[in-house]
């Protein structure tokens, strides 16, 4: 069993936890990821490792409420325990040698976003981070971008909070005000993930994507995650989640990720209406 030492609502669908897992904490790395159940009955879901705290032993994770399980978790609260907490599992994101990189977060995949940007600020490498929201509602980890970034651009759809635009509208502003990147690291939906590739192809900027989203179970066996990475079949659970986004074909992807949203959505709905009537 694993206590929940700390819970924190960071907008109306997104929850912040720090788990009591020393040894997980012990070995994790950006762009890693755990998978829990909530008890002993649970379905097992991948998340992305937040942050850690080697010293307390704890492990941050960030998820959005979109299914049963999530929303299971979220009932839970500081000091009750969660059942399983496994990792850390994936490959770690490379940062090693680098120099200057724009990180691009979408919603709440700045979650994923943020641990890379600290760990290449902490490098000394020089971060400039993109982060888009659909409205001031909804942004999360501003304060944490702000202390590891020198520049940060903060954009939302309508304008309600930084700068009405795109995450690919600023990188475009930037790349053509002269700013030169080793690489582009781009995490969020997928379709915003396709654009940002699709926009730093064309300047010939190295970009790494992390395809966290599209992962169900987590150890390769489902074949959820399978998609196809320049022209060859990968997991993003096993062979990733980091790929070369300019390999990636993100059509298929989005085809295959929205086979489940249906059934997501009719389980969220037992779970919520169970929960009502308790």
Request: charged share 25%.
């Given at each position: ?12 669908t997104v929850t912040l936890m720090d788990i009591d897992a020393p040894m997980v904490a012990a070995k994790a790395e950006p762009g890693q990821f755990i998978i829990l159940r909530v008890d002993e009955d649970g379905e097992r ?234």
């Open positions: 069993m694993y206590k929940i030492v700390r819970k924190k609502v960071l907008n109306p879901i991948p998340l992305t490792v937040a942050d850690f705290d080697r010293e307390k032993g704890t492990v941050t994770i960030i998820f959005q409420i979109v299914g049963a399980t999530t929303e299971k978790l979220n009932h839970k609260n500081e000091g009750e325990y969660i059942q399983d907490f496994v990792g850390p599992l994936g490959v770690a994101s490379h940062t090693d040698g680098l120099k200057k990189v724009a990180v691009i977060g979408g919603g709440v995949g700045c979650a994923i976003a943020y641990p890379i940007a600290k760990k290449l600020h902490n490098l000394g490498c020089e971060v400039h981070s993109v982060v888009g929201f659909r409205n001031k509602d909804l942004v999360i980890l501003e304060e944490e971008f702000s202390a590891v970034s020198e520049k940060l651009c903060m954009m939302t759809d309508d304008g309600s909070h930084g700068t009405k635009g795109l995450v690919t509208d600023a990188l475009k502003q930037l790349i053509e005000s002269g700013e030169k990147y080793d690489e582009v690291i781009a995490i969020g939906p997928l379709i915003m993930m396709k654009f940002v590739c699709a926009l730093t192809k064309q300047y010939g900027i190295k970009t790494v994507v992390s395809m966290n989203p599209i992962m169900i179970d987590g150890t390769g066996m489902c074949g959820g995650c399978r998609l196809t990475v320049g022209g060859e079949t990968k997991f993003a659970c096993v062979d990733g989640p980091d790929f070369d986004g300019h390999l990636v074909d993100f059509d298929e992807a989005m085809e295959r990720s929205s086979m489940y949203k249906p059934f997501e959505r009719s389980k969220y709905e037992e779970v919520c209406n169970l929960y009502k009537n308790v």
